[in-house]
């Protein structure tokens, strides 16, 4: 497997030859390249050090990956800030508690264990623009870099911050602790053996909230397909009606996304995390006196039922190409207080610019115990759509263009939005789909949704058709 060089990082399979994965040689390169371009994104006075922070999940590349970033920045000349096993979001915060130049994450979020990545922030903790990440590349392309004379290698220091993110977390106004203890919630954890079963623990019984964990040894063994989705989650899906719990919370191995599972077993579905806590933010919004309505965002392959929930409440919804730099561009653009991502992505500003999980079940299980329902109750007071997520494999990516040329034209009378891909929305039956080109491969990604699953499916066969006779054509 190659490299994947993204908006969300640089990542591959750990293994091999040089060039077939993310290689030793690769890792200390773009350690080096993203040094050597620290200069363009914050300048500092001849002679000043710059600090960086290192975190990482618990995949089992992860000390190795460490060792060599933490070695790197060294020879570079630049101090490091070691925070050992640490959730994204505790990172991203972390790099502003310590006034750190910027961060490194050493995660491949939901990709399984033989992945790593490096995830790379700026002085904000929050990820690097498609312009900033295509200036390391350059430089790393062309080992355009210098190391430091041994009398100014960078320092270490090392600094647990998980805490300190939880104390950020708990002192929001949003969040009701006295509510939540008062409910005596029992939750069902699933952290995939990763640094989910470190945070989201002391996170719970902070919120005096009984928790039975399942998958809680942060060794970096898998239990399951990592990515929290409700074919994977069998065994939480079970545990939680077999001890009678009050909800399942699952994770991903990096902790910035979030799925809940109702008390009977069903899925409450990950584009519904989102949905759910910001309707309750919104409520919350409502009771304030002279606050303007309500704006929130979140990608254009996530659930229409964000905008409906912000609607309701008199508000503004935008949409965002993919991407969580994009959506938090946005969102800065639009005063949005809140958004995210369907995949279970809570992004709320008022704590930081970066998908948490925590701050996801600190207000999920506020409004929850606010509200006095059960999980299946509080599920069935939001729209109800379904999306279909599907891919067309193509040898060739040149043709990508034309199909998306001829979904344009084939679409023509209904509403499109071409900023990522091509997005056709049928409003008066309250349905879309969504195509655009992977970065990385050949392929183009279809995302359709509907007030039913026959609808949204039979969206997507109607694109797959129409995809199907260019094939043809192109012979």
Not at 265 to 290: C, D, I, M, Q
Request: with cysteine; aromatic share 6%; glycine share 8%.
């Amino acid at each position: 497997m190659s490299l994947i060089k993204s908006i969300s990082g640089i990542r591959g399979t750990i293994g091999g030859k040089p060039g077939e994965g993310l290689s030793p040689i690769d890792i200390v390169k773009f350690t080096s390249a993203y040094c050597a371009t620290l200069p363009q994104r914050k300048p500092k006075p001849s002679g000043a050090r710059y600090k960086i922070v290192v975190g990482k999940d618990a995949r089992v590349s992860g000390e190795m990956m460490e060792n060599l970033v933490t070695g790197t920045l060294l020879a570079c000349g630049v101090d490091v800030v070691r925070i050992g096993l640490a959730s994204t979001p505790t990172t991203e915060m972390a790099v502003t508690f310590s006034e750190a130049d910027g961060g490194i994450i050493l995660t491949a979020s939901h990709n399984p264990r033989q992945w790593n990545a490096l995830k790379l922030l700026n002085d904000k903790g929050e990820f690097l623009t498609a312009e900033e990440g295509q200036a390391i590349l350059d430089v790393a392309e062309a080992e355009d870099f210098v190391f430091a004379e041994a009398d100014d290698l960078g320092k270490v220091s090392e600094h647990d911050y998980t805490d300190e993110h939880l104390d950020a977390v708990l002192a929001l106004e949003d969040v009701d602790r006295e509510a939540v203890a008062a409910a005596r919630f029992k939750v069902v954890l699933d952290a995939v053996n990763s640094v989910g079963g470190i945070i989201m623990p002391r996170l719970l019984e902070r919120l005096g909230v009984e928790c039975i964990r399942l998958n809680c040894e942060p060794d970096g063994n898998f239990a399951h397909n990592p990515e929290p989705l409700p074919e994977n989650l069998t065994y939480l899906r079970e545990t939680v009606v077999s001890t009678g719990a009050d909800l399942g919370i699952s994770v991903d191995p990096d902790v910035d996304r979030l799925a809940f599972i109702c008390e009977d077993g069903e899925p409450f579905v990950e584009e519904y995390t989102l949905v759910s806590v910001a309707s309750y933010v919104f409520e919350r919004n409502a009771a304030k006196p002279g606050l303007q309505a309500p704006v929130s965002c979140s990608n254009l392959s996530s659930s229409r039922a964000l905008r409906d929930v912000t609607e309701r409440f008199g508000g503004r919804y935008y949409a965002a190409a993919v991407g969580e730099v994009n959506v938090t561009t946005k969102m800065r653009e639009t005063g949005a207080i809140i958004g995210g991502e369907g995949n279970g992505g809570v992004i709320f500003p008022a704590l930081h610019y970066g998908r948490d999980a925590m701050v996801g079940v600190a207000l999920f299980l506020s409004n929850l115990a606010r509200k006095k329902m059960k999980v299946s109750e509080l599920k069935k007071t939001y729209p109800e759509y379904h999306i279909a997520k599907g891919k067309i494999q193509l040898s060739d990516s040149a043709i990508i263009g034309r199909i998306l040329d001829e979904m344009k034209v084939a679409f023509s009378d209904e509403e499109i939005d071409t900023t990522d891909g091509v997005k056709v929305s049928f409003e008066a039956e309250r349905k879309w789909v969504h195509l655009r080109r992977s970065n990385t491969e050949p392929i183009i990604r279809i995302y359709s949704e509907a007030p039913t699953v026959r609808e949204a499916e039979g969206l997507a066969c109607e694109v797959r058709e129409i995809a199907d006779r260019i094939i043809r054509e192109q012979g």
